[in-house]
């Protein structure tokens, strides 16, 4: 069923987990509209036919015209009938919306830098390719993105996935592919004139080759059977050795000052300290708390008075344009990397800003 409409509705093939069910939705909202749209037509060429008016009759009193029937039970009836439909599809949409924006625990991750007119992903290890994204099939890949201009959006067809791409901050898209192959990339938002040429493609490994891939060995049994070998092409203004991407975040965050205020040991300094950060409950002024994932991190680069640490004094400048989206990029990598290193302070919580000569700001 799923199948033969989505060969009638000339729908691409469904290559990720989340692709049948997405279908399935599509289907059910335009089956529910298209049924809608026959009974309006049906009733409207019924009444037109018997409601019409005969050639040379006069028109008759209507006897009905000031009697109006008690009509309530119909009325709730047709309420109640619209109120399940609605709820109906709110469940189902709501469901899958959070299935398709959460990605599982322990997704493979890739950071995505859009950019006119071309798509660069960095993988954890500090990998790199232009156009073409590796990923193992049947395993779940979580896609950080971010632009580098004007918002581009990131849509593979045959995965159901669409996600902009916004400058400045971070966007997350997942999917996992159901079958090794190869899967076109379009960007999805107006961004110039190469937009139409921004295209890219996902390629989907069996995940014993992906790993022949990550390790740079050729391997044999691609789609073309030639060995997958991807020059390493640096952003501008990184040396190649610093491929890796959080020997990468170390060297940026130390170039570019973070280190002067931010300890990477968990002890005390002037900003709060990176060690065991990622994914912390961050207490903000008042009662107020956020979680310290990507997008908090990168906006307390971009725009640091947004959310200040509790305890600290609002001294950071904002590095908006000031540092590169790949370094960013990084820097987040390496802040994650400290996730497991232990903070001084008692308890394991953060050990709180230096207070210099006694005198609290
Ligand atoms: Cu990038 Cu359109």
Known sequence: MNETLRRLLFLPQQRSTVAHDIDSLHYFVISVTLAGSVLVFLLAAIFTIRYRHPPEEPPTPN?????????????????????????TWWVIGSRQFVRLRVAPEGALEVYVTAKQWMWKFAYPDGKRTITTLYVPARTPIKLIMTSRDVIH???????????????????????????????????????GTGHSAMRGEVI????????????????????????????????????????????????????HGCLRCH??????????????????????????????????????????????????????PSFLGRIRPAETAAIVEFIKSLRSVPRQGPGGEDPGPVRMGGITP
Not at 212 to 235: I, K, N, Q, S
Not at 284 to 310: F, N, W
């Open 153 to 191: 959006s990131f849509y593979v067809p045959d995965f159901r996935i669409k996600q902009d791409v916004v400058p400045g901050r971070y966007t997350t898209a997942w999917f996992q592919v159901t079958e090794p192959g190869s899967y076109q990339i379009l960007c999805a938002e107006y961004c």
């Open 63 to 87: 006897p009905e015209a000031n009697y109006r029937r008690p009509a309530v039970l119909m009325e709730i009836v047709i309420l109640a009938g619209l109120l399940t439909l609605f709820l």
């Open 263 to 316: 300890t990477t040991d968990g002890s005390a300094h002037i900003g709060p300290t990176w060690a065991g950060l990622y994914g912390s409950i961050v207490p903000l002024a008042g009662e107020a708390q956020t979680v310290a994932d990507e997008a908090y991190i990168t906006q307390s680069m971009m725009d640091p008075t947004a959310k200040i640490h509790r305890g600290y004094v609002a001294v950071m």
């Open 204 to 255: 989907a490994l069996e995940p014993s080759e992906y790993e022949r891939w990550l390790a740079d060995r050729p391997f044999t049994g691609g789609p073309a059977g030639e060995a997958y070998v991807e020059p390493y092409t640096p952003e501008e203004g990184v040396s190649p050795q610093m491929i890796n991407l959080v020997n990468e975040g170390q060297r940026a965050a130390a170039e």
